[in-house]
C-alpha cells in the first residue's frame, strides 16, 4: 500500500510545481483559514489535479470527505490521499451501486461546504434532508448548473456559484485550451500533418473558432460549416470559406464537429464525403457524429490503431473515425486533457469561491450563480500577473 | 452647374458598382414601393455613398428632402442628387447658421420618416411640434442613440432604429475595417515599416483587437495597456505582451490609443516614451492624447508632412504627433475611411431598417432600439453571399 | 529660387530624421573622409532620400557632381543640392535630348568614382574613352548588373559592386517591402476590404511569397498560380490553394500578378474571370497583365478614379485595371513607395559599398560583383540594432 | 511466429493506406519491374513505414535482402517482410557485435544496388572489395553524405544519391515537419500551454523558422538567439525579438534549440535562467544542451514524468531537461516522429532515385550526389496533385 501511496505521491509533484496561482492560494489559506471548523464535502475525479486542490483546501483548515466520478478514481491518488488523513470514498473498479453508496457517504458525513460536479451533491442533500447544514457550494460544470436551475431550482436554500459560467474558463480553456489541444491531438493520434490539408470545421462558437484559428495557423486550409447567421458573418470576415455542410463534405479531407448539438455528421454528410474521409468530434457529448448510423450500416469496422477506426461502407468507400466520436483532445494512446495552467486557472477560480461561500455567503443569493465579479477580476489578474506578461 | 453634375454623377460609378448589397435592394425596393407616398428627411454627410443610399429609398418610392453635415457637403453630389429630383439643401460654404436654417428646412418639410444623425432630426420635429407626423426612423451613429436614450427619451412618440447598435458593424467596422485602415494609414502617412517596429495599443476593446491583431499580422511587435482585467487577460492569451502604459512608454516606438476615454497619453506617459516616438489616436474623440498639453510645452511645433508634426520638448527629445491626435485613419492627404464593403453593410441596415419602421412600425417600440433580430441575421446571410463565401 | 530651396530642404527633414543608419555613416565619413580629393559620379533619381544620400558622400569629402532619370527629377530638391554646394545637372522637364546631355556632362568631368543605375555611367565613360580614371563604382538596379555582365562584360577595367544583388535587399524589400506595399497600395486604391476577399496571386517568388503571406494575414483567401514545380510545392506546403492560372480565373476576385515575366494574364485567362474581377500587377515591368489586348477589344474604357480604369468586354462582362497594369504600388494618388527604413538600408549598402571601392578598391576584381560578404554581414548587424530587435 | 507476422501485417495498414505516393509507384513498378533480376541491399530502421517502401520495391523486381539499424528493428516487422519472402536479418535485442554481423551479411550477399544509411553498406563493400558488382545506390542521411565525400571520396566507383540534399526535404519535413512535431511534443510531454508563454528559439535555420512560426502561430512569445548576422536580420523582419542568448536567458521560460552547433546552452547560460526554466532539444545530435554538466553539477536530478526531468542546481534554482537533451520531437511516451506524408515524400524520392540508379546508371556520376533535378521536379509534382492543392 505504501508503494501505492508513493506513486501517487510522485505523480503530484510535476503538476504541483507548475500551479503556481494554487501554490499562492495555498499559502494564503494557511494564514487566512477560511474554512477553520469546516467539513468540505467533494464529488469530482479523483486524480493528480484534483489532489493539488484538496491540499489547498486543507491548508485553509477544511476537513475533507470526497469521492470521484464513476470510473476514473485513480487508486494512487487515493491512497495518496488518505495519507494525508483526508476522507476518501471509491475505487478504480467500483461497481455503479458502489459509486452512488459513495456519494451517499460523502452526504451522510453532513458537509458544510459542496465542491460539487453534474450537483450530485446537491440533489443528495436535498433528498436526504440536509441541506440546512450546508452553507454553500460550487459546481464545476455547465450541465450542473442547468440541472440546479431546472430539476433543483427552488429546492436549494444555500448559495451555489456555477465555476463553468466564467468568461475566464470560455476564452481560456474553450478557444484557446480546446483549439491548441485537438490540434495537438489530430497530430498525436493519426501522425498526419496539417500544412495544405483540407479541414471542416462545424460551429464557430468559441471552441470552433480556436480549432479553426490553430488549425490555419498550422498552414491548415479551413473552411467553417455554421448555420447560425451572426457566427457565419464573423467566419467569413475572418477570413475563412463558409459554406453548407453538405457542399463542404465534398471538399474537406477532415471534419471536425463542435457545434454542441447531435446529429451533426449524418449519413447524408457522410455519403457526400471523398473516400478516405477523416471524422472528429471535439463537442462535449459523442452525438454530433452519428456514430450508430455508421457502425450499423458498416461492411466491415477494423481497428487501425489507438482511437483510429476504419469504417468500410457499402458503396466502396471508407471513412476513420476518431475516438470513436468521443471527445478527439482526451482520446488515443496518452491524452493529456487541459494544460496546467488551465487547470490552475479553473482551481483557482474553484478556491476562492468556495471561500466567498464560507466566509461571505450572506452576499450571494441561494441557487446557482456565476462567479461574482469582483473574484473574475481578482483572479484574471492574477493569472496574467503569474503569466508574466509584463517582461 | 452641369459640369458639377456631370462630375457628382461620375464619382458615384466606382462607389456603386462595389456596393452589391445595395442594388439588390433598389432593386427590390422597385417592385415592393415600401415608400409610396412617404416623405424622407435625411440628415447626414452629402457625398457619394450618401447618394447611392439615396437611390435605393427613392426608388423605393419615397420623396427625399436631405441636408448635410456642417462642412463636409459636397457641392458635386448635391448637384447630382437636386439632378435627380430630391429637394437637398446646403453647400460646402455654409456657416454654421446657415447649416442649422437647412436642417430647420428638412424638419419643416413634414417628413414621415427620419434618416437622422446625432438625433438632430428628432430633436427638430419634437420642438416643432411636429413629431406626431412621423411614423418612425433610423439613427445612425451611438452619440445620436445615447442622445435618444437620454435628453429625448420619452418624448419620441416614433420608434427609432439606432444602426451602429449592430453586432455586424462591431466585427465588420471596428474589428476588420478600423483594424485594417489603421495599419494602412500609419504605413500611408509616415511612410515607415511595420516588420519588426515596437508598437502599444491602449485599449483591447473591439478596435483595438483589431489594430494589434493586424500590426502583428504585419510583423510589427506589439505590446498591449489595458486596466480591465477581463480584456488584459484576454490579450495576454492572445499572445501579446500586456503592462502598464507607463512601463511599456520606454519600450515602444508607435503609441495609438484605442481606449474611448480622454487623457490616456498624458505628460507624465511621454516623459517616459524615448525620443522620435510616434503618437497616433484612433479612437472616435481626439481626446486620448492630451495634444493641448503637449503644444503647450513645445519647444518648436514643425509641420514635416501631410498629418505629421514635430513636437520638440525642452528636455531636448521630440516625438512625432500624427494627424494633430485625431482619428489617424481619416487623415493625411488620401484617407479612405471605410471600405465599400463596410458602407454596403452599413447602408443596407439603414434601407432594411427603413422599410421596417415604413412598413411595420406598429411592430416596434416607442423611442431609441437596436435593429431587430430578424433583420440582422438577414442581413448577415446577403454579406456573407454577396462575399461568395462558399466559394 | 530660394522659396524652391527652402521646400526642398524641408521635404527631406522628416526623411533624414527616420534614416538612422545614414545619419551615423555621416558621422563616421566625417572622420574617415573616405572619399577625400575624389569625385562621385552619380545618376540616380533625384529625390529627397536620394539628397540625403549624397549629403553623407559629400561628410566624407566626396565632389558630387550629379544628375538624374529622366523625367523624374524634383527642382526643389536640385535647388537644394546646389545650395550645398554640389553640381547637379538637369530639370523635371527636360527632354530626352537634354536628359542624355545631362548623363554627359557628368561623364565629362570626370568622376572617380560611379555611383551608376542602369549602367548609364559606365557606358558613358566607356565610350567616352575615359574608363582609366575611375577607381570604381555601384550599380543600383538588377538591369544594370545585367547590363554589366554582357554589353559591358570584358571592358570594364575597374569594380562596380551590384547592390541589388543583396540578400539583404531579397528579404527586407521583396519579401516585406513589395508585400506590405502591394496590400496598403489595394486598399488605399480601391478603398475595398481584404477579409473574406478572394486573390490569386500568380507568381511564388521573393515578391509573390510576401504579398500572398500578407494578403492571408489580413484575411484575405488566398490562391497561388506557379508553374515552376519547386515553388508550387512550397506554396502548398505554405497552406494556399494552388492551381493553374486558367483554373483559378473561374474563382478569383482579385489577380496580382509577381512573376517577372511576360504575358501572364493574357486574354484567354481574363475570359474565364468573373464579372468585375480586378487586375494588378506588382513586377518591375509592365508587360504581366496584357494590357494592350485588354485596351484593344475593349467596348469601353472609363477611367473611375485615380490608378482605377473599368475595361468593358464585348461579352458583357467588365474587368478593372489598376494603374494601366504598372507597379501597383507605386500607383495612386499618393504612393510612397519603398518604406524609409528600405531605403536607410539600401543606401547604407551603397555608402559602405562606395567607400570601399574608393578605400580598398584592389581587394576587389573589375566589372560587376555582389557586395562584399563582410560588408553585408556589417550592414545586417547595424540594420538589427538600429531596429532595437534586442528589447 | 504467425501471431508476429500478424501483428506486423496490420501495423502497416493504416500507415500504406495513407501513402498515397508509395501506393501508385508500387502499381507504376509493377509494370515497369525496373529491378527485374537485381539484388536491393537494404541498411535502414526496420519498422512498418520502411516496410511500405521495400513491399514497393519488391513490386519492382527487387530481391530484398535487407538490415536495420542498432537497437531500432520491430521484431514483428522483421516476421511480416520475412513472410513476403524477403531476407532480413536481426532483432530487437541484437548486440552491436550481431548487428555489424547482419550489415556484413548484407553485404556477403553481394547486393547490385545500396539502400543505405550513414553509408554503412558503401563502406561495407568496398571494405569487401565488392564494389564493382554494385550498379549504384542511394543514402538517407545527410551524415552519410558527408562520409561518402570526406572518407570514402573517390573509392566509390558507382553514383549514390543522397536523398536528405534535397530541397523538398528541407521545406517539408524541416521546416513545416519539425516545426510542428516540436510544438505538438512540447505540448504532449509537458502538458503546458503555448499562448502568453516566453519562448527562445536558438538558431534560425531551416528548423529554427518552423519552431518559431509555429510557437508564434500558437499564441507564444517567440525570441531568436542567431549569431549568423543574415540569419539574424531575416528573423528580426519576421518580426522576432532578436538578441544574444544571454540575455534572453533572462527572460525565457522555454529554450528550445536548433542551430546543429555543440555546446548552445552552457552552464553560464543556464545560470542566468529564472528558475523553472524548460530547456529542449531540436537539433539532431544531443549536444546543444550541455547535459553532461548539468547533471555533472546538480545537487538533484529527479525524473518527473515520461522524458521530463527535474535538475536542482546548488544555488536553490531548479531547471527541466526535456528528453535529456535529445531530440524532443521524437521523445516521450507516445511520439510519432514524421508525418506519414513527410515519409510519403521521402520514400517516394527513395524509390526514383534507387529506379535512376538500376535503369540509368550512366546518366549519373560516381560518388556522392544530388537526387537529379528532373526528378525533384517530378516528385513535388506528385505530391502537390495528391495534397489535392488545385481544390
Known amino acids: 500500500m505504501s ?13 504541483r510545481s507548475r500551479m503556481p496561482l494554487l501554490a ?3 499559502d494564503e489559506f494557511a494564514e487566512r483559514r477560511p474554512f477553520d471548523g469546516r467539513r468540505v464535502g467533494m464529488s469530482l475525479h479523483v486524480e493528480p489535479k484534483t489532489a493539488v486542490l484538496l491540499e489547498v483546501l486543507a491548508a485553509g483548515g477544511a476537513e475533507i470527505v470526497a469521492t470521484g466520478n464513476h470510473g476514473s478514481t485513480q487508486d494512487d491518488v487515493v491512497a495518496f490521499l488518505r495519507g494525508q488523513g483526508m476522507t476518501v470514498f471509491g475505487a478504480r473498479d467500483d461497481t455503479l451501486a458502489q459509486h452512488e453508496a459513495n456519494v451517499a457517504s460523502v452526504v451522510e458525513a453532513r458537509p458544510h461546504i459542496l465542491l460539487d460536479n453534474g450537483a450530485d451533491l446537491a ?22 448548473g442547468i440541472r440546479l436551475r431546472s430539476e433543483l431550482a427552488g429546492r436549494i436554500p444555500f448559495p451555489t456559484i456555477v465555476i463553468n459560467d466564467s468568461a475566464l474558463k470560455a476564452i481560456g480553456e474553450n478557444r484557446h485550451g480546446v483549439g491548441q489541444s485537438v490540434v495537438e491531438s489530430l497530430m498525436r ?10 479541414f471542416v470545421v462545424a460551429g464557430y462558437g468559441w471552441c470552433g473558432r480556436g480549432i479553426a484559428q490553430y488549425l490555419r495557423a498550422f498552414g491548415g486550409r479551413v473552411a467553417v460549416a455554421e448555420i447560425d447567421e451572426l457566427k457565419a458573418f464573423e467566419a467569413a470576415l475572418d477570413g475563412y470559406r ?56 458498416a461492411s466491415e469496422v477494423t481497428e487501425l490503431d489507438a482511437a483510429i477506426e476504419r469504417i468500410d461502407l457499402p458503396d466502396g468507400r471508407h471513412v476513420i473515425l ?19 495552467e488551465a487547470m490552475d486557472l479553473g482551481f483557482l477560480l474553484q478556491s476562492l469561491s468556495l471561500e466567498r461561500v464560507a466566509t461571505a455567503a450572506s452576499t450571494l443569493v441561494p441557487g446557482a450563480q456565476p462567479v461574482p465579479d469582483d473574484l473574475e477580476r481578482e483572479i484574471a489578474r492574477r493569472f496574467v500577473r503569474a503569466l508574466g506578461a509584463d517582461r
Chains 1, 2, 3, 4 share one sequence.
Not at 508513493?6 to 510535476?14: D, I, L, P
Not at 442533500?125 to 450542473?144: I, K, M, P
Not at 478516405?276 to 450499423?296: C, K, Q, R, T
Not at 466520436?325 to 496546467?340: C, D, F, W
Open 322 to 340: 476518431l475516438a470513436g466520436g468521443r471527445m478527439v483532445n482526451l482520446a488515443g494512446r496518452e491524452p493529456k486533457g487541459n494544460s496546467l
Open 242 to 297: 463558409v459554406a453548407d455542410l453538405g457542399e463542404l463534405a465534398e471538399w474537406g479531407e477532415f471534419f471536425i464537429t463542435a457545434t454542441g448539438h447531435p446529429g451533426i455528421i449524418t449519413d447524408e454528410i457522410v455519403d457526400r464525403m471523398p473516400d478516405g474521409a477523416v471524422l472528429a468530434n471535439a463537442g462535449h457529448f459523442p452525438w454530433e457524429i452519428d456514430v450508430a448510423s455508421l457502425y450499423a450500416r
Open 3 to 15: 508503494e501505492l501511496l508513493e506513486r501517487g505521491a510522485a505523480r503530484t509533484r510535476w503538476i
Open 24 to 26: 499562492a492560494v495555498r
Open 123 to 144: 440533489a443528495g442533500v436535498v433528498a436526504a434532508g440536509l441541506a440546512d447544514g450546508v452553507v454553500g457550494g460550487t459546481e464545476e460544470t455547465t450541465s450542473g
Open 189 to 198: 493520434i493519426t501522425n498526419l500533418m496539417i500544412p495544405g490539408r483540407r
